[in-house]
Each structure stands twice: as structure tokens, then as C-alpha cells.
């Protein structure tokens, strides 16, 4: 069977297919899925940083310096209009980031929908196996002539003569030699099996 793996969020660039290969709509609503995931971090990043105790000391570095430039001036003392405004910053910064989280959510519900609605039309059919099949016969078709050729040559050369498409298995799949496997003990597997088996175990058989 093919090997596969689940890895993290589906939805991020990494673990899905590339927007060329999944239809029209669906592309466009991960593109924008993908602009509303920046947004929220960007949100975020900027509610971290009006939370930071920081900000409350320079606000307040801001409103005394204020207050003691009218006091020597014999003005009024202002408002604290730093601290004010800081506070009404981080409220709309709580509300920036929790916005852009519920459009994120609300882009998710419909690729989801979308995603449901495309897979019916790209399951695969029996005419692309068909295709495939018909691929690989060629191939091995191709591979074996490509043999029997250069076996024809090493006779006219003075070598053996041995027509046969086949090879040891540690020469097909070299990892084999990091479980003790050798051209000694290996087994010989001929290229059309080799072909035929990986499209079967490719294609879900098996």
C-alpha cells in the first residue's frame, strides 16, 4: 500500500496539495484562508505587544511628562490621555485579533464544504487505472527490449548471453542493505513485477 502520513494542520501550505492541483474555488478560498491566518498573527502579535507592562510605563512617563509641563506653566493639569488611550488600544486590539479568529473560522467552514464538493468529482476511476496500467506495460515493455538489446550486444562482445529483465532486489531498493540484504542472500526480481507491484502498492493494492 502507499505510504502516507497525517502530519499537522491540513489546511496549512506544508500538509495539503499545492493550490494548482485542487479546483478553482477551493484554491481561491485557501488563498484566502491563507491571507486571514496572517492577519490573525499579525493581531495577535500586536495584542501581545499593548500587553506588554511596558506600554503602561511609557503611558505613564507620557502623562507625567504632560502634567508637569502644564504645571510649569501654571496650565491646568490634563487628563491622563495616554493611559486612556492605551487602554482603549488594547480593547480594540482584543477585538481586532477575536474578529479575524472568527473569519478565519467562518473560510474554514466553507473549504470544508468545498472540499467535500470537489472530492466527489476527483476520485479516481477506473479509466485512470486503466491509463496507469497501460503506462507501466509500456514501460516494461520498453525496459525489457532495452535489455534484450544490451544482452545482444554483450554476446557480440564476447559475454554471456542472458536476455532476462532482472536484478537483485537490494539493487531496486538499496535500503534493504541496512537490514543485512546482499546480492548473496537477496532474491532476483524481475523489472516487470517490480513495475507492476509498485503501481499496485502505489494505487492502494495490496
Known amino acids: 500500500m502507499r505510504y502516507t502520513t497525517r502530519g499537522g494542520d ?7 496539495p ?5 479546483p478553482g474555488q477551493l484554491a481561491k478560498l ?4 491563507d491571507t486571514a491566518i496572517q492577519r490573525v498573527r499579525d493581531a495577535e502579535r500586536e495584542r501581545e505587544r ?3 507592562r511596558e506600554r503602561d510605563e511609557e503611558a505613564r512617563q507620557a502623562d507625567a511628562t504632560a502634567a508637569a509641563a502644564a504645571a510649569r506653566a501654571g496650565k491646568k493639569i490634563p487628563p ?7 487602554a482603549a488600544d488594547r480593547d480594540d486590539a482584543e477585538r481586532n485579533a477575536d474578529a479575524h479568529r472568527a473569519a478565519v473560522k467562518a473560510i474554514r467552514n466553507e473549504i470544508d464544504e468545498a472540499r467535500d464538493a470537489a472530492a466527489d468529482d476527483a476520485e479516481p476511476t477506473a ?3 486503466a491509463r496507469i496500467d497501460e503506462a507501466a506495460a509500456a514501460f516494461a515493455d520498453a525496459l525489457e527490449q532495452a535489455v534484450a538489446d544490451r544482452a545482444a550486444y554483450d554476446w557480440m562482445t564476447g559475454s554471456g548471453y542472458t536476455a532476462a529483465a532482472r536484478t537483485w532486489a537490494v539493487d531496486v531498493v538499496p ?3 541496512n537490514y543485512g540484504v546482499s546480492r548473496d542472500n537477496g532474491s532476483i526480481v524481475g523489472a516487470r513485477a517490480v513495475v507492476t507491484n509498485l503501481v499496485a502498492a502505489l494505487l492502494g493494492e495490496g
Request: aromatic share 6%; no cysteine; net charge neutral.
Open 50 to 52: 499593548l500587553a506588554q
Open 80 to 86: 491622563a490621555t495616554a493611559a486612556a488611550k492605551l
Open 175 to 177: 535500503v534493504l542493505s
Open 10 to 16: 491540513p489546511l496549512t501550505p506544508a500538509f495539503r
Open 30 to 33: 485557501l488563498t484566502e484562508y
Open 18 to 22: 499545492p493550490l494548482e492541483a485542487l
Open 127 to 129: 479509466a485512470d487505472r
